[in-house]
């Protein structure tokens, strides 16, 4: 089941991060986030999530883990869902219904993923 939990987060945060990188302006505007007019912040977001999700492509690839663990997961999804949720609370996240329904079931999904990581600790 851990593995499992390790593949949820790689696809999840995986597939994010290259289309930050790769696309970061438009995915932005197809999402309705609110875009700095570059794509250099988008691309930096990527660049995290990338390495956070090569951390746990290798930590899942060792036999006995010794990097990351459940709980740094729980804590890196934790504060995530709270800086989405304190914008969304705010009203200083997207203009559009899009970006704001995205925004919303980001932080549902990284709460219920913290839910399962909790079972792990």
Do not use: Y
Request: aromatic share 6%; no cysteine; charged share 5%.
């Amino acid at each position: 089941m851990l593995q499992q939990l390790f593949w949820a987060e790689v696809l999840l945060k995986g597939s994010v991060a290259l289309l930050l990188i790769i696309f970061p302006v438009r995915v932005a505007a197809v999402l309705g986030l609110p875009s700095a007019g570059n794509g250099f912040w988008p691309r930096l977001v990527g660049a995290h999530l990338l390495g956070i999700t090569a951390v746990i492509l290798l930590q899942g690839s060792m036999p006995i883990p010794k990097m990351l663990t459940p709980a740094g997961l729980l804590v890196i999804n934790l504060a995530t869902a709270a800086m989405l949720l304190s914008v969304l609370v705010l009203g200083t996240g997207p203009n559009t219904r899009r970006g704001t329904a995205l925004l919303w079931a980001t932080t549902a999904g990284l709460a219920l993923l913290s839910l399962v990581e909790i079972s792990f600790i």
